[in-house]
């Protein structure tokens, strides 16, 4: 059985640096075809998607987000890491961590972790 | 970069109905979408992915279908377990961007 779990701070000061952590099971990080992303939802908003780590180490980022995220992995611990930094109120969501499902040709998160509430706030 | 726009962006509807949900790409992604399903302080469950491929466990009344630009999302005959967000997203292009939602109402 897959899961995931987020973990990290709730409360954060705007221009500082969150880390999240996605610790997991029933699954590696390191087998052909698995991937980790993340993706949050602010209050009364749509879902948006975040980044990725693939097996391979391999990563991709949001567009509009890409120059404040950097996601990494740590097989040993089963843990996914994503760091954003210089924190603004808009920021304020609940993040979740998701797993890529391996059949599909693409990125589909069939396995997403509970969430984990941030706000952004002084 | 690619837009994903959800219509309607809220329904009504009665146990029984026949629903369908649109989901129209700013342009081609071929069948690289995927359909969730959120309710309120709840986990996003996927429903539908690659278009038209139900994922395990979910009910058979859920079908998705389309190509290109067009996508549709068709709930057979609601059940009160089905009133929630729904959410069509591409992982086409890298912004892997999701639509605005569609909330489904009693």
């Known amino acids: 059985q897959i899961t995931l779990k987020e973990s990290g701070p709730t409360l954060v000061k705007p221009t500082q640096t969150l880390t999240l952590t996605c610790t997991f099971s029933?699954?590696?990080?390191?087998?052909?075809?698995?991937?980790v992303g993340w993706i949050r939802q602010s209050p009364g908003e749509a879902l948006e998607w975040l980044a990725i780590i693939y097996w391979d180490d391999d990563k991709r980022y949001s567009p509009s987000l890409k120059s404040r995220l950097a996601i990494s992995k740590d097989t040993s611990k089963n843990e996914v890491v994503l760091t954003m930094t210089v924190l603004d109120p808009a920021d304020t969501a609940t993040y979740y961590c998701?797993?890529?499902?391996?059949?599909?040709?693409?990125?589909?998160?069939?396995?997403w972790g509970q969430g984990t509430m941030v706000t952004v706030s002084s | 970069d690619i837009q994903m726009t959800q219509s309607p962006s809220s329904l009504s509807a009665s146990v029984g109905d026949r629903v369908t949900i649109s989901c129209r790409a700013s342009?081609?992604?071929?069948?690289?979408l995927n359909w969730y399903q959120h309710k309120p302080g709840k986990v996003p469950e996927l429903l539908i992915y690659?278009?038209?491929n139900l994922q395990s466990g979910v009910p058979s009344r859920f079908s998705g279908s389309g190509s290109g630009t067009d996508f549709t999302l068709t709930i057979s005959s609601l059940q009160p377990e089905d009133f929630a967000t729904y959410y069509c997203q591409q992982t086409y292009s890298l912004s892997r961007a999701f639509g605005q939602g569609t909330k489904l109402e009693i």
């Open positions: 690659t278009a038209s």
């Open positions: 998701a797993h890529r499902l391996v059949a599909a040709p693409h990125d589909v998160f069939d396995v």
């Open positions: 342009q081609n992604i071929n069948n690289y």
């Open positions: 029933g699954f590696s990080v390191s087998t052909p075809g698995v991937g």
